[in-house]
């Protein structure tokens, strides 16, 4: 029987009514230095109204449920790096450069030294970014939060100048679709993930055959952030749109990207998926839609480049040390065909 998201207590389109609700409250509050809308990667804000300004662009996020095993295992020195990808991730598809980050930490009771484990990634994720960790805030919470228990959450602003944003219009049909490798589920779909693996220490610590690794550090391995592989791309090849592949998937991430009247067909033969993804898929009987709707599906970034451009960019990223591959094109239509 299909266990899906929905099914495991997260409901997407009730989420996509809370958006399509507070849409009017958000606008209520823009000025004339809002560029774009609700539903970018990152929300932009121009210093000045000339061609060649400087925008800034900001994303925020948290790791969501995958806090769990961090709290299983008693591991809390990589979570931080998760918090910092979400948000820099995300503000480098629009061709920003992070400039600085700051977290939120709410914990059921403060204990030092597990404060500055989190903290640690948190920096770490920071330098990997290229940016640096401007402050925060932690709050000590009793009663609000299980003992031993806490959340996390970020944001993190960037730059990128009015002329340079990556934001999708220059995408056409017949443009390539690059995929760059994913370390892994990264920070989503954990609350499926959680209802397939459960949260038993004695099970997550022994080694499973079918992931040839031991559940939990399969499980808790850090997002990976392509904050300064992405940038240097963008210096040597012509990028016509980038989307950061989180929580929906392929499904909902790729089209963000895509300009009305465009479609993307992927061909899920073009790259090895990695172990972990088919035991999930496997293990919740997901049709390759619903797989491809939850999870990265082992593609963290999909890159849209004009067809001339393919090897270059190819080339470029394996110069970066970049797993990289060609997973499909743009051509007529509405959002995501799989093949």
């Known amino acids: ?6 099914s495991a207590g997260v409901d997407v389109e009730a989420g996509y009514k809370a958006v399509a609700l507070m849409k009017k409250y958000v606008k209520e509050t823009y000025d004339n230095s809002i560029l774009g ?17 400087d925008v ?3 994303g925020t996020d948290g790791v969501g449920t995958k806090l769990k095993y961090a709290f299983i295992a008693d591991k809390h020195d990589t979570i931080g790096i998760d918090a910092v990808a979400m948000c820099a991730n995300d503000i480098v598809c629009q061709g920003a450069k992070p400039l600085f980050f700051l977290d939120y930490i709410a914990i059921s009771k403060l204990i030092p030294e597990k404060v500055a484990e989190i903290v640690k990634g948190v920096a770490d994720g920071c330098k990997q970014a290229g940016c640096v960790l401007l402050g925060g ?12 228990e806490y959340d996390i959450a970020g944001f993190c602003c960037g730059i990128v100048k ?12 017949g443009d390539m679709l690059i995929g760059l490798s994913s370390s892994g589920i990264h920070s989503n779909g954990y609350s499926l993930v959680r209802r397939l693996y459960g949260e038993n220490y004695k099970h997550l610590t022994k080694y499973d055959d079918e992931l040839e690794a031991v559940p939990i550090e399969v499980l808790l391995t850090p997002t990976k952030i392509y904050v300064k592989t992405i940038l240097a791309l963008i210096e040597k090849v012509k990028v016509n749109g980038i989307a950061h592949i989180t929580g929906g998937g392929f499904i909902e991430n790729i089209p963000r990207m895509l300009p009305k009247g465009l479609m993307a067909v992927i061909d899920t033969n073009s790259y090895e998926v990695p172990r972990i993804f088919k035991a999930l898929q496997k293990k ?13 599906m082992g593609v963290g970034m999909v890159i849209a480049v004009d067809e001339a ?10 110069s970066l040390n970049e797993k990289a591959f060609i997973i499909g094109t743009v051509t007529k239509g509405e959002g995501v065909k799989l093949c």
Not at 162 to 173: L, Q, T, V, Y
Not at 309 to 318: I, Q, S
């Open 309 to 318: 451009n393919a090897d270059k960019a190819l080339a470029t990223l394996k």
């Open 284 to 296: 919740a009987d997901l049709s390759d839609t619903k797989a491809y709707n939850t999870f990265n």
């Open 137 to 148: 805030e932690t709050a000590e919470m009793p009663g609000f939060y299980a003992p031993n």
């Open 37 to 53: 809308d609700i539903g970018s990667f990152g929300g932009f804000y121009a210093l000045d109204d000339k061609p060649d300004g």
């Open 56 to 58: 800034l662009v900001a």
């Open 162 to 173: 009015r002329n340079k944003i990556i934001d999708g219009k220059d995408i056409k049909e």
């Open 1 to 6: 029987m299909e266990i899906d998201y929905k």
